[in-house]
């Protein structure tokens, strides 16, 4: 099978680690990206998932959810997977009538994680609730009285509380203050829904990194001296250099010879990721989403051949800095000496470089109505899929292993 599409969407916990993705259907006919059939949509991205792609590329060692039709839930269609790693996320459209809610505890018998997506309470889905493991509720619409008034609904029942398609800072912090345990949304990966203010001292000083890191006519000398005053810094840029990541060719114990070594393209991306993936009051998955949307950036510059692959590399990697920063993309542009070309790609997606970009991120969250049209269209499956292998292994080099809190279940 030559085109096969699955993206993912990160879920967070409350202390902001990615604790599961969510895994979300593309079709695989260029040109017709719509889901016209749910059957057919949940059974494509199960064989893709599990077939051709493999779980643990696409997720690593946390749970996937993934959404379950029908007769799925009632038995019909068999699950081709043991109870473990993916939790089995209910529809809201799914009438729950008594087939339905046989097969739904049946399945939390053997162990599957049940999740409800999207809901709106009604008494009765009571049984349904006496058997889900975690429930997810829309907060993009609702007021700070109508979850106050939902969440104390679910409190009769036994199960966990997901906020799905958070968009800002306050509906994050509102959903926290409630109690909420798990949390999802584009406020995590779509820079121009974020707010713009400033709120932890850890950002203090990163800026003037950032410019240098950025200034093409930076030396070593100059990136040395900045760098050295960040002992932590040097520690892990000097394990970036020792990593099978970068093969180097002997081990690196100087921050001269690892600058000298490396080149000044990576020893930029390596700090810029270093640095920013030491923000402490937003999720590590930011530098991996970014790193990969970089990545990404990359390849299909070099296929399509309308931008400069290392200007797309370095708009994807920038793209995310107002999120991780909590200022607005125009303030952060202007206080770094980027090109026009990158900055016309930032704030407006404009140019060879904004529409590759724009591409990427269409890709990234699911937007398919929008790549109908795109060149190469079966090309972003393949370059995704390697972007995302590339920013783990980065990843596992500039962060910890990632060990979450478990989900109920799992």
């Not at 990163?206 to 900045?226: C, S």
Request: aromatic share 8%.
């Amino acid at each position: 099978m030559d085109n096969i599409f699955v993206a993912r969407q990160p879920i967070y916990n409350r202390e902001l680690e990615v604790v599961a993705y969510e895994l979300l259907y593309r079709g695989d006919q260029p040109g017709h990206a719509g889901v016209v059939d749910g059957d057919q949509a949940t059974s494509q991205v199960l064989v893709n998932t599990f077939t051709e792609i493999g779980l643990e590329r696409l997720v690593g060692d946390v749970p996937a959810f993934v959404n379950l039709t029908r007769p799925y839930l009632t038995g019909e269609y068999e699950l081709p997977f043991p109870p473990g790693q993916v939790a089995l996320e209910v529809l809201e459209d799914i009438r729950p009538d008594p087939p339905l809610v046989e097969g739904i505890r049946q399945l939390s018998d053997q162990g599957y994680l049940i999740v409800l997506d999207d809901f709106d309470y009604r008494p009765e889905f009571d049984p349904v609730l006496d058997c889900a493991d975690l429930v997810k509720l829309e907060v993009q619409q609702a007021s700070e009285t109508e979850l106050a008034r939902t969440v104390a609904q679910m409190r009769r029942f036994n199960v966990q509380l997901l906020a799905e398609k958070i968009e800002t800072d306050w509906q994050f912090r509102i959903c926290r203050d409630l109690g909420f345990d798990f949390f999802q949304g584009y406020y995590f990966s779509r820079p121009n829904l974020v707010s713009g203010k400033r709120h932890a001292n850890s950002k203090i000083g990163l800026m003037p990194l950032l410019a240098k890191l950025n200034d093409e006519d930076a030396d070593f000398a100059e990136l040395e001296t900045l760098i050295a005053q960040d002992q932590v810094l040097v520690y892990r840029l000097l394990r970036c250099a020792n990593s099978a990541a970068v093969a180097p060719r002997r081990p690196i114990e100087s921050l001269r010879n690892a600058l000298l070594m490396l080149g000044t393209r990576t020893v930029r991306t390596w700090i810029l990721l270093i640095s920013l993936s030491a923000v402490d009051d937003k999720p590590p998955e930011l530098c991996r989403i970014a790193l990969a949307r970089a990545r990404m950036c990359e390849l299909l510059a070099r296929e399509f051949r309308t931008a400069s692959p290392t200007a797309c590399f370095t708009a994807g990697l920038l793209s995310l800095l107002d999120s991780l920063l909590n200022q607005p993309m125009e303030e952060v542009v202007s206080s770094l000496p980027l090109t026009d070309e990158i900055k016309e790609a930032l704030l407006h997606r404009a140019g060879p470089l904004g529409r590759v970009l724009q591409c990427v991120c269409d890709y990234e969250q699911g937007h398919w109505h929008a790549l109908d049209s795109t060149p190469a269209e079966s090309s972003l499956a393949k370059a995704y899929l390697q972007a995302l292998t590339w920013a783990d292994d980065i990843m596992d080099v500039i962060t910890p292993t990632r060990s979450p809190h478990s989900l109920a279940g799992t």
